[in-house]
């Protein structure tokens, strides 16, 4: 079951949802809209330190650093 962050366009509240169904229709937990964007995560990125070198890639399945252990 995947935590998603979102941010309504329309009040600026940024939230997360556990998403259970991929129909399921997100509206926003202060103002109720509809109008929402999915946010870019750095949760799931592996880095250790949280921060992401320019090197790394989300889409490449592994990180630059040789001495990770998420990978």
Not at 16 to 42: P, R, T
Not at 62 to 69: P, V
Request: charge should be negative; charged fraction near 20%.
């Amino acid at each position: 079951m995947p935590l998603y962050e979102y941010e309504c366009s329309d009040c600026g509240e940024e939230f997360e949802v556990l998403v259970l169904d991929s129909d399921e229709i997100i509206k926003c937990v202060s103002c109720d809209s509809q109008n929402i964007g999915k946010q870019f995560s750095a949760f799931g990125l592996g880095s250790s330190n949280g921060n992401l070198e320019a090197s790394e890639s989300v889409d490449s399945g592994h990180c630059s650093q040789s001495s990770c252990s998420c990978c």
